[in-house]
Each structure stands twice: as structure tokens, then as C-alpha cells.
């Protein structure tokens, strides 16, 4: 599935690398721990997070994530949409919580 | 006769300072490892493992050291990463080896870092793991990924 595909069902929005919609999503990892998602998040997964400072990026480009959806309307730092835009992380938002935006996805991957 | 020629393998050594509480500028020496790696052409998973050791060593020293180095010696055959850090050093190596034990204040722990995971993910990506420490001096952890293996 491509990025583009899911933007809807999360009800998201891009924060930036808007240019990038057609990355391949597989898989979704949900965790505010960064080692945990370093450890486990598959790759070409968004990563479902409340984290919104500019590390995330690192840890999502180290591993090889196709994007990062920050959950429950929190708003990431301008660093980070900075970072991400040098780093060609596409950043999303989203009002879900992230049971209910991992829920969606999970349909969605599913099918 | 002629004498048969011994391919020269140089490894390549990189070496990238990295200062504690630089929240900036972490992960970037990571991300220049990794970028590394995929210009000689490792295989994926390979690039993987040593971008998981590489970062969890080098948000170890951001984290809990006032100053380290990341060093990296490339071969086909062998990965080295050492990084090594003035600081607080280790008391317990046994405890901090434990999933889940961390010492990061809380607000790190805000950040997702600290959950006692590093040392562990480094561990379970190596094929050579040695932590050295030494009280109020520093740490020197060397990890060995063996591309074949």
C-alpha cells in the first residue's frame, strides 16, 4: 500500500515531505519509546507516536520507516518538520488517539 | 615464478566526536555510519544491525557522558564500531545489562529515551559485544557485526 492510500482512513495530515505520498507502507508500529521502535518496528512501517521532538526522525530514517504519524493532535516541534524535510521523513498528524489511527491502519493492511 | 598477489583490504576508519546532552545533533553520526554501509553495499539487514548499535551507543554517551567518540573500521568481513566517552563510567555493568534498568533522569525518559533498552538492542544486534568501564573516567564499548555471519 502506498502512503497516500492511508491519509484519508487516519484522517492525517502531512507536516511536511508531502512530495513523498507514494512510499510503501507494510506495517504499523505503535510505541513512545525509542529503543523499542529501533529494536522492533519493521521497515516501510509508520510509526505511531505522541513523541514530536527531533530525534524521532533519526530513529525513523536509521530504520527505514516510511513515515511517522504523530497521534491525538500533538503537533511536532519546527525542528522536527525541519529535520524530516532534510531527512525525506514524511511527518503526518492525526486527532486519533493512537488505538483508533492504529485500528484503521490495521483494516487497512489487512485487506 | 611470479608471487601471487594478496588483495589489499584497507579498512575504512571513520571517526565522529559526539558531546553529551547534544540532543541537536544526535543520531547524526549514525546516520553517517548507515550512509556508509549502503554506499559499499552491505545487505539490508546487515545496515540494520550496526544502525541499531551505532545509534543506542551513541545516544548512550548524549544521554550519560560529557563527551565521546564513535569509531568505525569497515571491512567486507567486519564491523567495528567503538565508542568510547569520558564520563560517569558504569558502576554496575550486570544491572545496566538488564532490559528495563536505566539510570536517565525523567526528563530524558519524557522523551522516549531511558528505557533500559539500549545496551540490550546493542547486545542483541552484535556478534562481539565488550563493555569496559571505569568509575568517574569513562566506557569503551566495542561491537563486532560479522556481515556473513
Redesign the interface.
Known sequence: MKLKETVNELEAEFKCCKLLPDRDVSWCYCS?????V??NAK?DSIWI?L?T???????A????LSAILISRGAEPDP?TIAKAAQ?NIPILTTKLPTFEAAGRLYSLLKK | MEKQKKPVTKDIKHEYSIKGMDFVAAGEASSNIKHTLQLIGFAPAVIRRAAIAAYEAEMNIVIHAWEGVLITSISPERIEIIAADTGPGIPDIDQAMKEGYSTAPDHIREMGFGAGMGLPNIRNVSDEFTLDSSLGRGTTLTVVIYPTA
Do not use: C, F, R, Y
Open positions: 513512545d519509546l525509542l529503543s523499542d529501533m529494536a521497515k507516536t513523541q521532538h527531533p530525534n524521532i526522525v533519526a530513529v530514517s536509521l530504520i527505514g525542528e531527512e
